[in-house]
């Protein structure tokens, strides 16, 4: 344990006493003077086991956003929970996201269920690809904070998004915003209307459109602004409560994302003579690359349509409620990318198309028996996906010469028929009245199949989200292959489906102890162990289908937590110390001109967490969520090298600067033993201040807020590479609204990323250039008015 852990831990275990101390001072007073359920500065309830509770009694660290607060933060896409949640990071990436918890999450590899799983009412959306789609008419997100693998289920090892969107109620009701952003002349709308239909019948139907036509990036050669976006989301609901005891929702969605540019810009010039040197380095405000020329005559563009048709059935019977959910989605993605061209150049040109189906059937049953609270489900899921790559290669830009400067492509395929069935069950016994055991067991069993192929083509001009896979096999070429050893290596092949095959069984137990220190004050210990499921390497390279695989990744975390409220209900508090491992850690870098996929031996994290809301009166709000955080590998030889250490002979060692050898094989590598995890910062936090006050006859009132967010430095990459870490910045936002003090209208003027701080999201060293580095940088400063309304 560090020095600087330890004192975190000190810090807050002395903050507990006071807490603690206080809390028995009003456990001591009559029962007539203690409100038990006063409402509190954030009394939400969350659904982190599948029941509702009130969030300060569910043994998690759990931050939770209501859906009003998303909307006032004008915040549409997962990757901007990423500025307001300690501890939790969102990137793009290049061609695969990023979801990181506490310093874990999934690498660059879309043949990798994500560590950090996402749900939306209950149904699995586990590709990463998928975290694209939107957020809107929602009544929570909560963020879960470690392996959340009890009730969530299988892949879920770093944490949970569990989303809830808006469900019709009995009465006519619309809500919804619209507003424009004007650095990036962005205009988003959402709105949400329930229609009652008749006695026991609803209907809601809910809509987002947005679109951003200036991105973050100007390209001279486009003569235009890069990313542009146009998104748009429709979602149907119906509602039976056909009885009392008796509730059906059926939903459907549709979503359609685009985004029209790419991100990727130089962070370092290639540190080689071979190789020539970027016009621009380190510019987060211009990209100069068109890959709509020869030889590619294609757009830079992420695209993904997602559909999803649900049933929920609710029937309490028996002293609980029996829940039903029935779930088909699809999503089918494309996302072409390239690099910010070596002396304007086009060298690279990566298009990736996914497209996965998924059936899942949920069926749980859960209530309280006296002083046992119990539920037991089950969970079985099918789900095919198919991922095609064409990698397009123009070398001469990037120093090579002759032949091996042919211009043609590498292409992937992949298919994967997966199967998982899981059975688990959740005890809670509550000892006394201020005492409560709970444990559980999740059971789960998958099986993959799947087909893998790499062979030289041409170069394909002109592709677009419809390309097919037929259009990529009509495109090899033999008279390539040479040209393809001579530059890639690596073996070409063609694995059939079936040939590659995986069967996992895995148990995930849990064991909570929670004891109430005075009415409204709780504390908890928590033990769980989870696993996320194997698979294969989409992009694998070698000759035997024996090495495609990649193993489970293993997660068990130790946790102690303190909820509750104090000064009279009017400081809601918690805080969580926390210590995580993981074993088989699944990473993927670049190395070469490859991708390569890899498990980590072990690495682990450390920290505390502590979140406050403050509500003097009426009229002030105040808030802090923080967390100091100490993670790190512990047993990972086999780590990719650096821009520095590629330039360098092999074994060659700078002072201060770890080695970078072929230790018992041909690829490079150092070893990350005692470095930091990437995106994790050792202390980030956020704070805001509002103040509201009505204003006039009272009918009306005014509010003004400003919130801070601020995080230490991390690495933007998994290569413990200089010029690819961000320093350690702060960010400000701030908002003045004026409105109705019932709530059925209200106008603000935000302002988000008030300093300008153009952060990099997103590092990696240059395929075929691994001397030099690039990367993507945030949007900047973003001032707008939003016009929200309900009745």
Same mark, same amino acid.
């Given at each position: ?100 918890? =506490? ?43 470690? *392996? ?18 808006? %469900? ?11 507003? &424009? ?48 976006? =146009? ?10 409560? *056909? ?24 962070? @370092?010039? *290639? ?15 211009? =990209? ?59 060298? &690279? ?172 004050? %709780? ?5 769980? %162990? ?7 390497? &989409? ?51 670049? @190395? ?89 910062? %050792? ?10 006050? *009505?204003?006039? @006859? ?20 998994? &290569? ?72």
């Amino acid at each position: 344990m560090t020095k600087t852990y330890f004192k975190a831990v000190v810090l807050a275990t002395t903050a507990m006493c006071a807490v603690q101390a206080h809390a028995q001072v009003g456990a001591a007073l009559p029962a007539t003077e203690v409100i038990e359920d006063a409402p509190s500065a954030s009394d939400i309830i969350v659904t982190a086991r599948k029941r509702e509770e009130n969030l300060r009694d569910v043994p998690v660290a759990i931050t939770a956003i209501s859906g009003d607060t998303l909307v006032a933060q004008n915040i549409t896409q997962m990757i901007d929970l990423s500025k307001t949640v300690p501890n939790f990071t969102y990137s793009y990436g290049a061609a695969n996201t990023y979801a990181y918890i =506490r310093g874990f999450g999934s690498g660059s590899s879309a043949g990798f269920e994500q560590s950090v799983g996402k749900f939306v009412d209950n149904v699995s959306y586990g590709r990463d690809q998928e975290a694209r789609i939107p957020i809107f008419d929602i009544e929570r997100v909560e963020v879960l904070k470690g *392996p959340q693998v009890l009730t969530f289920g299988n892949s879920a090892t770093a944490g949970v998004i569990n989303i809830t969107t808006k %469900k019709p109620g009995n009465e006519f009701q619309a809500d919804g915003s619209i507003g &424009y952003e004007f650095e990036g002349q962005e205009l988003q709308a959402q709105m949400g209307v329930t229609v009652p239909l008749m006695d026991g019948v609803s209907f809601r139907l809910a809509g987002l459109f947005q679109d951003l036509g200036k991105g973050r990036y100007f390209n001279p050669l486009k003569g235009k602004h890069e990313p542009q976006s =146009r998104n748009y989301a429709l979602r149907p609901t119906l509602r039976f409560t *056909p009885s009392d005891d008796l509730e059906i929702i059926l939903k459907a969605e549709v979503d359609r994302v685009k985004d029209i540019g790419g991100t990727l810009v130089p962070v @370092s010039q *290639p540190l080689v003579a071979a190789r020539p040197p970027y016009p621009v380095v380190g510019d987060d405000d211009t =990209r100069s690359i068109d890959y709509n020329r020869a030889p590619f005559f294609s757009d830079e563009l992420q695209q993904l349509d997602a559909e999803l048709y649900q049933a929920d059935i609710n029937y309490d019977m028996l002293g609980g409620t029996l829940t039903s959910t029935t779930a088909w989605r699809n999503s089918d993605s494309l996302v072409q990318w390239g690099l910010d061209g070596v002396n304007h150049t086009t060298t &690279y040109f990566n298009p990736q198309w996914t497209h996965f189906r998924q059936f899942s059937q949920e069926l749980r049953f859960g209530g309280s028996f006296g002083n046992l609270d119990a539920t037991i489900g089950a969970y079985y899921q099918r789900d095919t996906l198919a991922i095609d790559v064409a990698q397009e290669f123009t070398l001469a830009g990037l120093g090579f010469s002759g032949a091996a400067a042919t211009p043609f492509a590498r292409v992937f395929t992949y298919d994967q028929k997966n199967r998982v069935w899981s059975g688990f069950i959740d005890l809670t016994y509550h000892v006394t009245d201020r005492l409560s055991l709970s444990a559980g067991v999740r059971y789960s069993n998958q099986k993959k199949s799947a087909g893998q192929a790499a062979f030289a083509a041409d170069i394909i001009p002109n592709t677009t989200f419809d390309t097919q896979r037929s259009r990529l096999l009509a495109t090899r070429n033999p008279a390539l292959d040479a040209v393809y050893a001579a530059v890639l290596g690596g073996v070409q092949h063609n694995f059939p489906l079936g040939t590659l095959r995986l069967s996992e069984d895995h148990w995930q137990p849990q064991v909570i102890a929670q004891y109430e220190l005075a009415q409204n004050n %709780k504390a908890y210990v928590k033990y769980v %162990k989870g696993t996320k499921v194997g698979g294969f390497d &989409y992009a694998f390279t070698g000759a035997n289908p024996a090495l495609a695989g990649f193993r489970p990744e293993s997660a068990w975390m130790v946790e102690a937590g303190f909820k509750g409220l104090l000064l009279d209900n009017k400081l809601d508090y918690s805080i969580a110390i926390f210590s995580e491992t993981f074993s088989d850690l699944q990473q993927s870098a670049v @190395s070469g001109l490859t991708f390569l996929v890899t498990n980590v031996g072990k690495a682990r994290s450390r920290g505390v967490e502590i979140d406050l809301n403050f509500r003097p009166d009426d009229n002030w709000t105040v808030g802090f969520n923080g967390g100091y955080l100490d993670a790190k590998y512990i047993d990972f030889p086999g780590g990719p090298c650096n821009s520095i250490q590629n330039s360098l002979p092999v074994g060659a060692v700078i002072p201060g600067m770890r080695s970078c050898g072929v230790p018992g094989g041909t690829l490079r590598s150092q070893d990350f033993s005692g470095i930091p995890t990437q995106y994790a910062s %050792k202390w980030t936090g956020s704070a805001y201040v509002d103040y509201v006050t *009505p204003v006039g @006859s009272g009918d009306h009132q005014i509010g003004i807020g400003v919130s801070l967010y601020a995080r230490s430095k991390y690495d933007s990459s998994l &290569y413990n590479d200089q010029y690819m870490v961000q320093k350690g910045y702060a960010q400000l936002g701030a908002h003045i609204d004026f409105g109705a003090t019932d709530g059925r209208w209200n106008l603000s003027l935000f302002g988000r990323n008030l300093t300008d701080k153009r952060l990099l999201e997103y590092g990696s060293v240059v395929p075929g250039s691994g001397t030099s580095t690039t990367g993507s940088y945030s949007r900047g400063r973003q001032v707008g008015l939003k016009l929200s309304f309900s009745m």
